[in-house]
């Protein structure tokens, strides 16, 4: 099992928005920065969110990452069928002294 | 651009050591840290080490420990990662990272190498 809590899925219809959590402790999101990246079959992820919020050149606006204490969200607005994928939370664990990943999850458009 | 370019497919028996490079391209290799992620079949992602950017300083994840070793040439701007004492759970995609920043290391990996498959069998 992952140190960071994911659900397996969401989905939601085009246009919509979703919302994917990302559960930890002290250790890791609550002292640390959250990154989430993106997955698609057969491909290397891509980094989508970085520093809790910030978004690399080139991803679009309609994706947004939020933490408060010990937990992290990645919000997809206006969904579209191209922004079918896995989506993985990661970040630093002080504990472990390691990174650690969220199990990832599936969004169905 | 910024490029990392993996070594291809490997297969090895169990018990065997593997060792997968990673070239870099389009940036100052000897300021970046660079890690490694590997992804079983159907799983999620799952870090394993990192490696400083001068090359004298490892940090492996507890369940590799012993197993691991991250090696970096500045000459040929690749790091290696070799893997012993294999068994079939090894069997994954593994990739190599860059972060995003230079000189100071990061949770975000914003560069990504294509994978190498490390099939693990009898």
């Known amino acids: 099992q992952s140190v960071l809590t994911q659900p397996p899925s969401v989905s939601a219809a085009p246009g919509q928005k979703v919302t994917i959590s990302c559960s930890g402790s002290s250790s890791n999101i609550g002292n640390n920065y959250v990154s989430w990246y993106q997955q698609f079959p057969g491909a290397a992820p891509q980094l989508l969110i970085f520093e809790n919020g910030k978004r690399p050149s080139g991803i679009p606006d309609r994706f947004s990452g939020s933490k408060s204490g010990t937990s992290a969200t990645l919000a997809i607005t206006g969904l579209q069928t191209g922004d079918e994928a896995d989506y993985y939370c990661?970040?630093?664990?002080?504990?472990?002294?390691?990174?650690?990943f969220g199990g990832g999850t599936k969004v169905t458009v | 651009q910024v490029h990392l370019v993996q070594s291809g497919a490997e297969v090895k028996k169990p018990g065997a050591s593997v060792r997968v490079s990673c070239e870099a391209s389009?940036?100052?290799?000897?300021?970046?840290?660079l890690h490694w992620v590997r992804q079983a079949p159907g799983q999620g992602l799952e870090w394993m080490g990192r490696?400083?950017?001068?090359?004298?300083?490892?940090n492996y994840a507890q369940k590799f420990q012993g197993r691991l070793t991250l090696t970096r040439d500045s000459s040929t701007s690749t790091v290696s990662m070799e893997l012993s004492s294999l068994r079939s759970e090894d069997t994954a995609m593994y990739y190599c990272?860059?972060?995003?920043?230079?000189?100071?290391?990061?949770?975000?990996?914003?560069?990504w190498g294509q994978g190498t498959m490390v099939s693990v069998s009898s």
């Open positions: 990661g970040t630093w664990d002080n504990s472990l002294t390691g990174g650690v």
């Open positions: 990272a860059r972060v995003n920043t230079a000189v100071v290391d990061s949770d975000a990996f914003n560069i």
């Open positions: 490696i400083n950017p001068e090359g004298d300083t490892t």
């Open positions: 389009g940036f100052i290799f000897n300021t970046y840290y």
